[in-house]
Structures are given as structure tokens and as C-alpha cells.
């Protein structure tokens, strides 16, 4: 007999599909709609650089915007070209590769958002 990891009821006659976290028919589930809610923020775009678990290598993080993926995204694309190097978006923090906390509040600032220096 095998075992699941999650466990737990997979279908029901009465609704159907079940959702393995919440248990709950799909169509009634509210995970899925818990995960596409952005993420909490003040509306400060806070920049900081940090080095930790990165070998020594700095990294421009940017904290605090109210955004969903898709435009934390674009907002990641345009910092990362605008400072002419590599990053990544991940769970609503941009990061950009190197020392460029200026550079990223200059275009913050220009492109509207309240930004400011954190952490030093």
C-alpha cells in the first residue's frame, strides 16, 4: 500500500476533486487564491545590499513594494537593464547582482515609487 505525502481524500463523489491542502473541493479551494494575492507592503521600496549566503558576492535587494509577479517582474527586467547586470525575482524581493543601491533608487524614484536606503 502506498502512501501519500500529503495525504488525505484526492476525490469525492460528492464535489469532485479535492484540494490536498485545505481539503476542500477545487472549485470552493482558497489556496490558489491565497498564493495570487500580492504580497504585503508598505508602498516603500526599500534598497538594501547584502552578502550573506552568496560566497562574499554583494547583491542589490529590493524590499517592500505591493506588486503581483508579473509586474515585480518587469519592474526586476528594468532595474536589471538599467544597471547592466543579472538578477532574479524571488518571493517578492528583486535582486539585482552587485553594489548598485544608487543606480536602483535614481530609476525607482524616477518611475514614481517611494524608495529609500536600507540597512547601510
Avoid at 504585503?40 to 521600496?45: S, V, Y
Amino acid at each position: 500500500m502506498k502512501s501519500s505525502s500529503t495525504g488525505g481524500l484526492v476525490y469525492s463523489t460528492d464535489g469532485g476533486r479535492m484540494c490536498p491542502e485545505c481539503r476542500k473541493p477545487l472549485t470552493q479551494c482558497l489556496c490558489k487564491q491565497a498564493a495570487k494575492a500580492p504580497p504585503a507592503g508598505d508602498g516603500i521600496a526599500r534598497v538594501s545590499r547584502e552578502t550573506k549566503g552568496r560566497g562574499g558576492k554583494s547583491v542589490t535587494v529590493v524590499k517592500g513594494l505591493a506588486l503581483d509577479g508579473a509586474a515585480l517582474n518587469a519592474l526586476g527586467k528594468q532595474l536589471r537593464t538599467a544597471c547592466g547586470s543579472g538578477g532574479t525575482v524571488k518571493d517578492g524581493v528583486i535582486e539585482i547582482q552587485g553594489e548598485h543601491c544608487d543606480r536602483v533608487l535614481e530609476v525607482l524614484q524616477k518611475q514614481g515609487y517611494r524608495a529609500k536606503r536600507a540597512g547601510g
